[in-house]
């Protein structure tokens, strides 16, 4: 089992980018959550095994139709991710 934080910017926020993570995340079998952060930027924890992980990092380079991906980063983390994958309510940053 890992656990990634994967920051994706540039046009994720009202393009239903978070309802796509959570199917995506779902059928790759990882549990964790999405979120947009305040400075327009999309925050993800993604828990599972590694190659699923790796499978959700490359998608979120595409994302939904109306998504404009100019970013995305991933990093190990620490942070348990629960049960099921959740959307989230906007952070502050």
Known sequence: MATQRII???????VSYRDWTVRTAKKFGLTG?????????VEILAEGEEEAIGRLIEACHQG???????????????????KGFTKRFTANV
């Open 8 to 14: 994706v910017s540039g046009r994720v926020q009202a």
């Open 64 to 82: 939904p139709p109306l998504a404009r991906v100019d970013h995305v980063s991933a990093t190990a983390d620490t942070d348990k991710a629960g």
């Open 33 to 41: 959550w999405v979120r947009n952060l305040s400075d327009g930027r």
